[in-house]
């Protein structure tokens, strides 16, 4: 019996991750079509700095790199650093 729910679940499991991974790939290319439309340079506000350093932080070196689109990988990274001096040096 436990077998079966062991198969149940990798099967819904599999099921899933297609699902994810096809979302994914539909949102990069909105993505990239919606960054094709904007000028060259983006500002964003602290606000998106921290939401961006929040999430990115998550994500592996390689991932980062594929997926950052509207700031370079090198400055999030930058960014993720300095964040980590300032709570560091900050007093208790």
Not at 33 to 45: E, M
Not at 50 to 70: D, Q, S, V, W
Request: one cysteine or more; aromatic letters at 4%; hydrophobic letters at 40%.
């Amino acid at each position: 019996m436990r077998n079966i729910y062991r198969s149940l679940l990798m099967v819904l499991a599999g099921a899933t991750q297609k699902e994810l991974a096809r979302d994914v790939r539909y949102l990069k290319v909105e993505n990239q079509i919606l960054r094709s439309k904007l000028p060259k340079r983006i500002a964003v506000t602290e606000q998106e700095r921290n939401r961006l350093i929040r999430f990115a932080k998550n994500l592996g070196a390689k991932a980062l790199n594929e997926l950052a689109t509207i700031v370079h990988p090198g400055t999030i990274r930058r960014w993720i650093r300095e964040q980590s001096k300032r709570r560091k040096c900050k007093p208790p």
